[in-house]
């Protein structure tokens, strides 16, 4: 569990857009990584390169290592679908699956990966619906479909969803740009109690976010619109909100960009 | 990409934002100058009101003609039948004075071959709902499904001919076979008609189901396109295989609408008329309700007999089968929306 990523020159196109260039950074384990900068610098697309969900867009492509533990994730023999088992994503918008119960949209992935004893499975819905903060607001309707929770509450269970399968490495994707203050900060704390044991990667547009929850923050640009965007600087959050090393991380921090 | 780095950049310099928002709202409040403009909108919107209005109780009214039509024209045969209109197997409608007609016959020879055609193409148009969607390459995906689509653009006489001349010598060997090895299923057993001729329920099904294809596979891959991308993401980064996302969230979410679109295949098969009458041959022979039975459906029936329309009475008795099959196919038809429209409300 908790694995450290190691990023080496990744290149990614869509087609002939060349979208992400020579972007290299690590990725420490037990620990928050934010990702931030301008829509279209291709911070999302760094993030959904680390466990191979790109894929899905035809034409997208990638060139590069994405270490985990010292294993690259596109190696030959390696299986994009265990490559998502053990890095866990959750998404911009809750996406719970809409016919399944609370407890089955919690675990689904273990069911996925061949798990059928109902009395682990219950023991592993309990647990990861706690350690996402929803257990004593859902207990006593765990068989009522996940969508009828409220939108942080579907994103908690998206978040326990994904932690029932334990993985090395949990990625989000702008985990709360959907939701209200309130639910943001149940989010935030659930971030600062998962980095415990896990290893998270987070996407945000809200630079106040990653000043609170991140250890280290990575800033993303790009030089123009329809060139590849880039890694500008990554350093210890500290540093990055108050000490930049770079004019263009500190132009766009103080709401001074463009 | 230019507007949404614009859009983000909103919070530090709100100019653009407010420049418009008040604009927005002062349109509708400024009463004085939109009043003319609204009431030359409103003579246009009314036009296209009563336009819209019309059509739609049109085809409403058209729809309760058809039906009150068939039925006065049905009742005076109906009083006039000296059998049971619903379980006598006799067809007798020539004399208006002996009128003995009954339905059972018919509803057994439509139904099995209406069937026959769902078993066989609803697995087939899910799976090529899948391919197109799921699994072909959009270079592929698009004209495939334009043949697919062109299916329905053959005239039924067409597939008539071409399950009477060219696909029962193929098929007969397949039905003696399953005739000789599984004749001990009732549905498989002889028919009312020796099982090698063909021109049986079991052809016209076949037939029917390339038929019927079109339709459940246009609306298959329309409800299966329509899945949330979120969802599908959703899946894969839990670690699902394309089969599995398919189970936990393509399938759950088109459901409905294979259904639905399913019931629409049934209507279409209950109601067609040529390509039957051209396969399945006339027989009085009792069925012995296997698909080697062979017959008239209510269609073919009605067309078969038009050169017996001399009289209301003989008439009406035709008009009576058309009924039954009218209200059957409006229910089924009916089911299928309702079945379809669940479909969109089980998504929130």
Known sequence: MAKRLDIQDLNLHYGKFHAVQDVSLQVHARGVTAFIGPSGCGKSTVLRALNRMHEVIAGARVEGKVLLDGEDVYASNVDPVQVRRTIGMVFQRANPFPTMSIRDNVVAGLKLAGEKNKKHLDEVAERSLRSANLWEEVKDRLNKPGGSLSGGQQQRLCIA??????????????????????????????????????????????????????????FFNLRAVGEPGQLVEIEETGKIFSNPNQKATEDYISGRFG | MTDSTKSERHPADAEPGAAAAPSGPQDPKTPAEPRSDSKVVRIGDRVFH??????????????????????????????????????????????????????????????????????????????ISLFLTQYAPRSLARPFAYVVDLLAAVPSVIYGLWGFLVLTPVISPVAVWLNTNLGWIPLFADGNIPVGTGSNVFVAGIVLAVMILPIITGVTREVFERTPTVQIE????????????VRTTVWPFGRNGFIGGSMLGLGRALG????????????????????????????????????????NMTVGAYISAGLVLFVTTFAVNAL???????SGKGKE
């Not at chain 1, 639910?183 to 000043?211: F, G, P």
């Not at chain 2, 040529?274 to 296997?290: G, K, M, N, R, W």
């Not at chain 2, 299928?336 to 669940?342: H, L, M, S, T």
């Open chain 2, 50 to 127: 009563s336009v819209a209005t019309g059509s739609g109780v049109f085809v409403i009214a058209l729809i309760a003609a058809i039906g009150l039509f068939l039925l006065i024209r049905a009742i005076p045969s109906l009083q006039a039948n000296e059998v049971s209109f619903l379980f006598s197997r006799e067809w007798q409608a020539g004399d208006p004075d002996n009128l003995r007609f009954g339905i059972i016959d018919l509803a057994w020879i439509t139904v099995a071959s209406s069937l026959v055609a769902l078993v066989l193409a609803m697995p087939t148009a899910f799976g």
């Open chain 2, 272 to 311: 067609e008329t040529v390509a039957l009458t051209v396969i399945l041959s006339a027989t009085q022979e009792a069925p012995s309700y296997s698909i080697f039975d062979a017959g008239a459906t209510f269609a073919s029936k009605i067309a078969l007999g038009s050169a017996e329309f001399n009289n």
């Open chain 2, 234 to 245: 959703g899946a894969l980064a839990l670690g699902a295989t394309k089969w599995e996302v």
């Open chain 2, 336 to 342: 299928a929306r309702w079945i379809e429209g669940r």
């Open chain 1, 161 to 218: 969803r994904a932690v029932a399968v334990q993985p090395d490495v949990l990625l989000m994707d702008e985990p709360c740009s959907a939701l209200d203050p309130i639910s943001t900060l149940a989010i935030e704390d659930l971030i600062a109690e998962l980095k415990k044991d896990y290893t998270i990667v987070i996407v945000t547009h809200n630079m106040q976010q990653a000043a609170r929850v991140s250890d280290q923050t990575a």
